[in-house]
Each structure stands twice: as C-alpha cells, then as structure tokens.
C-alpha cells in the first residue's frame, strides 16, 4: 500500500520572483544598434569634416539632430531591461503576481491570479508555462537555477496539476 505524499510546509517557504523575458532577443539587439547609431549620428552631424556651417543649413541641422538623438533614446528604452515585468510567486497567499513598474518607479499589480484558478503547470529543463482552465498559455517562464524550479514544484505541487 502506498503512503500517501505530505504536503510541504509552506510556512518556511520564501516567496520567489521570476523575471520575463523578451520574446525576440535578435530584435532586442537591432534595436540597441538602430539607437546607439542614432545618437552617435545626431552628434556625428556636427563634428565631421565637411558639414557645412551655412546659416540656413543650421537650423535644419540641428532639428535633425535633436530628432535623432531622442529618437535614439527612446528606442534604446524600449529594450531596456528595467520595463520588463516580474511574476512574484507567493507561497502564503497561494497566489501568483505579475508586477509592472509604473513611471514613477513602483511595482503595480498588473495581474492577481490564485494557484487554484490556474489550470496546470508544466516544467522543463529552463521554462516553466502556467496554463489557464481552458488550456492557453497564461505565460512563459525562463527558470534561472535547479533551485527556483525545484522550489516552484514544491509550491506548485498541492494546488495545481503539473503535466510533464
């Protein structure tokens, strides 16, 4: 006769928080090229040899780089990784929380989910993807360590069913 498995004391267990991740990374990358060219280029205007420092011309000149130098900023922004959100996992609550931080800085609750209104959970060697009851994915995880994903199974186990 089998003994029946112990659920684990979630008392002691610390709460973990997974970072996302960027769904295209070579898009990332063009995007940090295409802006660091765009600032070096509003700068670029105005030190090369062979700028012409007619009056008229100026003016133009330097539009066109206040253009390009905050159209540069802005696109390096966009993959910064400060503007991604993190999925705080809490063991005492039994609640899943995606936080994104706001302009001034603050983490907000940008989704509030129970581990029981979570349909399953499936592990592999890197990733974690909790599915919602109808079966879509809710979200796609990279795991960093053995140790986040071993702790998740444990918090994970009694609540929801975990596919392999």
């Given at each position: 006769?089998a ?7 979630l008392d ?10 960027r769904n295209?990374?070579?898009l990332s ?5 295409i ?10 205007m105005w030190v ?7 009056a ?8 066109a780089?206040v253009?390009m130098l905050?159209?540069?900023?802005a696109?390096?922004?966009l ?8 999925a705080y996992?809490?063991?005492i609550?039994r609640?899943v929380?995606?936080?994104q931080r706001?302009e001034?800085g603050r983490p907000q ?5 129970s581990?029981?209104?979570l349909g ?9 993807e909790l599915?919602?009851?109808d079966?879509?994915?809710l979200?796609?995880?990279?795991i ?5 994903r071993?702790a998740?199974r ?7 069913h975990?596919?392999?």
């Amino acid at each position: 006769m089998a003994r029946p498995k112990a659920a684990p004391d979630l008392d002691g267990m610390m709460p973990l928080m997974i970072t996302f991740e960027r769904n295209l990374p070579a898009l990332s990358i063009l995007f940090q090229i295409i802006g660091s060219g765009l600032v070096i280029g509003s700068a670029a205007m105005w030190v090369l040899p062979g700028s012409t420092t007619a009056a008229d011309l100026v003016l133009m000149k330097f539009g066109a780089s206040v253009f390009m130098l905050f159209f540069g900023l802005a696109i390096l922004m966009l993959s910064h990784s400060d503007n991604q959100p993190d999925a705080y996992f809490d063991p005492i609550r039994r609640e899943v929380r995606v936080l994104q931080r706001s302009e001034n800085g603050r983490p907000q609750t940008v989704l509030r989910r129970s581990f029981d209104s979570l349909g399953s959970a499936r592990f592999s060697e890197k990733t974690l993807e909790l599915y919602d009851m109808d079966g879509s994915v809710l979200m796609r995880l990279k795991i960093q360590s053995p140790e986040v994903r071993h702790a998740l199974r444990l918090q994970l186990c009694n609540c929801v069913h975990i596919s392999t």
